[in-house]
């Protein structure tokens, strides 16, 4: 809520209709940051929706997991896929890495609101430090993001002999390394097709949310929201962060669970 | 040259404890819940049963990061249901695309 506003969201100076009132009780940049998640929300529920979809129109891998093989007849199972951490090569560690980047994501999302708080108490220094600690979160976030996009890519070192159409058209038996748009050696190509889309355009909000935080962090250091009367905008940046862990949080479910 | 005076003239309040209190707590429940969701990916079996029960732990997840992150809960009610009375369409697009992403594989397989 902006500092102007009186109890009732009516400006006292202009009345009901003088303009300047808050409808909602929330300020103009608020609400429409609002509405702005609230289409996010269709877009990535869109995605999310159309990967359940087509995920359940592949079988799904039956067989016991410790025999698992990567092959585009069947849907894989993403603990199997899924399983390897920076530095410890060839040692099946199932979800932890993404364990760890679910952790930082949420204690980033934590920070946040802590900054946030501080705001509400007009306490500069609070509000840097939660800020920089936020931000560090989120780079490390995509730090992790691109060494799993970069291992999904060059795959394991065995991959999968695969029978499939190759981008001239024709059909090939061949071992598959890694992933890309055509084909890879997880899955059938939507698995990895809705992995990059997806994740990629939750990554792209990450790195969309790291600059406004980096805004938000420098303004507040420089004292910008002490000579605007105000915190609103940590508020309203802390929104979008929020909203970013909340599509990861589901992210996590669709992709890395079932 | 004058230099530019970042002091703040904002009164400062004192932290509020019980309130950072509970935003630990809260970050403790989504972690709790995130560690009963690992839990239960390595314990039980693959199955229907198993999926709803993620779903439903995200949805709950989803409900803590809104209400206690965002505040959700203590904005105006009209702007509440505004946001929230919207997303009754994705219950509808969730079972339009699950229907039709099984009939797609009774007709492929």
Redesign the interface.
Known sequence: MSAHSTAIGVSSKRGIWGGGNEPLKASYGKLMMWFFLLSDIFTFAAFLISYLAIRVSYPAYAGPADTFVGSNEYWPVPELVFEAVPFLHGIHAPLVFVGIMTFILISSSVTMVLAVEAGHRNDRNDVVKWMLWTMLGGITFLACQAWEWSHFIHGTDAGSVLTYINSLNREVTETVFGANLVVNEYGPAAFAQLFFFITGFHGFHVTIGVVLLFLAFYQAAVGVYDRRGHYEMIEKIGLYWHFVDLVWVFVFTLFYLI | MEIQD???????????NE??KK??K??GI??AL?VA??IM??TMD?GILL?VL??L??IW??KY??M???HLGD??K??FY??IV??I??VW??IA??K???D??LM??
């Open positions: 970042t002091k703040s003239t904002l009164e400062v309040t004192p932290r509020n309130k950072i935003i630990w809260t970050a989504l972690l995130t969701e690992f990916a390595f693959r999926y993620f779903i732990l995200t997840k989803a990061i809104m206690e992150f965002m904005e105006a009209p702007l505004s946001i919207p997303l369409f994705l697009l969730l695309l699950a039709e992403g099984t797609i594989f492929r397989w």
